[in-house]
């Protein structure tokens, strides 16, 4: 297979590339207008999933998780989203990533980042599973990844993928990640291992975000949206589920509300399903009613019932003495619950307040089931997408 070129630079792992017809002869409708693909006409739809295509030969339930079969239904759906954020569509051993960015390019998502599989010599098998497709441009992308990864995650190059996006003269700062996951079938002292690395992969993420912040112009931020997006293995529900089967400990602060208060380092951080539903609905392991998924879901995940996806909206503080403690380390065993808050509201943290910003529609705010019928699987993943839409319009 032809492989999609990249930015010619030694030392980036990523790359972000318009599609052209002289890529592939198999896209030569990437170069259809842009609106007349999409299902969406006056807002922009944005869609964080774990697709849950990992390289074979790894599957659940003695099948390869009918991934392409899978990416061939999901393929139909691509004209309803505008921005797509991936989690779990790896590239190793297979082409199903290539397959969606080429099928994106027929319907005008012509725009893609992802990060290149791991080489021969990295201690890595199989890259970061993360992919971002958009109809608008990309004009600043960057990768990261995190320390360390243990456990099942182990071979993997998980991270951050992020994209400066453009829309009309305005910006989308998107942030797509996939942190560690918790594997409830292992010891205790595992358990208790995964959550500790996944709470340093939150810091780096927020250090991440923080630095990337710091060098844009102040303008721009104020003007445009910042996302943050992905599976973050972190139950909402503080695994109230699971707590009693596994002997899960309680701690004095759940990961969520650790996660809530590391965010709001940055600023305002406002949970899009929170804010819409004022309660979390589940991502993962809802598998109690006929219609939902009992083939691709591991049999000791099955009726978990967590929220481990989200789309956190970040509204900077600007004042930087406020950052001054944002590499101080809150650990999930000793956190000090009268610690004061450094973040102040101010005019500068009501986004929609202000004419001309890029504007997040919470009522718009969707848990997406993507189930289907008469297949040997009922969701197009063990994992529900989230969606939500934003406009760019000065006078919404």
Not at 84 to 100: A, S, V, Y
Not at 337 to 366: A, P, R, S
């Amino acid at each position: 297979m032809k492989e999609f070129p990249d930015d010619n630079s030694e030392d980036k792992k990523f790359f972000s590339h318009e599609i052209n017809s002289d890529d592939n002869d198999d896209i030569k409708e990437a170069k259809m207008p842009l609106k007349d693909n999409s299902n969406h006409k006056g807002s922009i739809k944005i869609l964080s999933y774990n697709f849950f295509a990992r390289p074979p030969p790894i599957n659940s339930n003695g099948h390869d998780d009918y991934k392409n079969e899978r990416l061939n239904d999901f393929i139909e759906l691509l004209p309803d989203f505008d921005i797509l954020c991936f989690q779990e569509i790896f590239t190793t051993f297979n082409d199903r990533k290539h397959k969606m960015i080429r099928e994106a390019a027929k319907v005008g998502l012509k725009y893609y980042l992802t990060i290149k599989a791991p080489s021969f010599f990295s201690k890595y098998i199989t890259d970061s599973g993360l992919l971002i497709l958009s109809r608008y441009e990309i004009i600043e992308n960057d990768s990261y990844n995190y320390y360390i990864n243990i456990s099942g995650d182990a071979p993997s190059n998980k991270g951050i993928l992020y994209a400066k996006i453009k829309i009309e003269d305005k910006y989308l700062f998107l942030f797509n990640t996939h942190t560690q996951s918790t594997y409830y079938d292992e010891s205790q002292k595992n358990i208790n291992s995964t959550i500790q690395v996944r709470t340093t992969q939150i810091e780096e993420l927020i250090n991440y975000v923080y630095n990337k912040l710091l060098h844009i112009p102040k303008e721009q931020v104020k003007k445009g949206c910042v996302l943050i997006v992905g599976d973050l293995n972190i139950d909402a529900h503080d695994n109230k589920n699971l707590r009693e089967k596994f002997q899960i400990p309680k701690y004095k602060i759940t990961e969520y509300e650790l996660l809530k208060k590391k965010l709001s380092k940055l600023g305002t951080a406002i949970d899009l399903m929170e804010k819409k539903y004022n309660d979390h609905l589940y991502t993962f392991g809802n598998n109690d009613k006929p219609e939902y998924d009992k083939v691709l879901t591991s049999k000791g995940d099955l009726n978990m019932k967590q929220t481990l996806d989200y789309m956190w909206e970040i509204i900077p503080n600007f004042n930087l003495d406020l950052y001054k403690n944002i590499q101080e380390q809150y650990n999930l065993y000793d956190y000090n619950e009268d610690e004061e808050n450094i973040v102040n509201d101010n005019d500068d943290n009501d986004n929609n307040k202000d004419i001309g910003k890029i504007k997040i529609l919470y009522d718009t705010f969707k848990v997406e089931e993507f189930l289907v019928k008469n297949k040997p699987y009922q969701q197009l993943s063990d994992h529900f997408g989230i969606s939500v839409e934003i406009s760019s319009n000065s006078d919404d």
